[in-house]
């Protein structure tokens, strides 16, 4: 298993363009999020999603969207970069187990808007 | 107030020390997660637990569900150790979606 993927890497945007983080996980996870990670902060939810055709906003979703069309792909959408939107940007994946829930992450997606 | 707090904030420790990171939650949880992030980025979950304590390797993590705390213990810790422990919690009304603290940042010297 690949666990979970996030392309690209590394990216610099210039403020106003568009740009799609990929996200997909191959462990049939119906449970997916993204985070988001600034210097000095704990991370942050963005979205998330329970299942295909379904996503739900977390506490930062302003200038952002996702749209779930299968249980594999969890694409975040930024429609006009800011330079808020710098950060680094963590997508997840979890299923139950036990109690609670197994978390995996992806290697994450270092963002500059300049 | 973030309602998951770690202390410290940065730990620096020789070789050999005995590490403790701790943590503390003001909102019922329906576990406690400890994950790892090295220089490079990438996050691991390192444990998660409900209750009681667990061990792996040099690493044991304990939680006191009455006192809404928990720590990490490292023993014999080891340069390879240095990196970000972050403490985060899930609730059993928010399907997954984990809260964060701030992390704790740890340099173990040769």
């Known amino acids: 298993n690949a666990g979970v993927t996030q392309t690209p890497k590394f990216r610099i945007l210039k403020i106003g363009q568009s740009m799609t983080l990929q996200c997909a996980q191959d462990m049939n996870h119906n449970y997916m999020y993204w985070y988001r990670q600034d210097p000095g902060m704990g991370l942050k939810l963005i979205y998330y999603?329970?299942?295909?055709?379904?996503?739900d906003k977390g506490e930062v979703p302003n200038g952002y969207n996702v749209s779930r069309s299968t249980t594999e792909d969890f694409p975040l959408r930024l429609e006009l970069a800011a330079p808020s939107q710098t950060s680094v940007y963590f997508c997840a994946s979890s299923h139950l187990r036990d109690v609670s829930y197994e978390q995996y992450f992806g290697p994450g997606t270092r963002l500059t808007v300049t | 107030k973030n309602e998951v707090e770690q202390s410290p904030q940065n730990l620096t420790a020789q070789e050999g020390e005995f590490i403790t990171i701790n943590c503390s939650y003001s909102v019922g949880i329906s576990a406690l997660h400890w994950l790892q992030q090295h220089p490079g980025g990438g996050i691991v979950s390192l444990f998660m637990l409900s209750s009681g304590k667990k061990k792996h390797g040099r690493l044991i993590a304990t939680i006191n569900i009455q006192e809404k705390h928990s720590s990490l213990h490292i023993t014999a810790s080891h340069p390879r150790d240095s990196a970000v422990y972050i403490c985060?919690?899930?609730?059993?009304?928010?399907?997954?979606?984990?809260?964060f603290g701030r992390g704790t940042q740890l340099t173990v010297w040769p």
């Open positions: 999603s329970v299942g295909a055709g379904i996503t």
């Open positions: 985060a919690t899930t609730r059993g009304s928010t399907l997954g979606r984990l809260y």
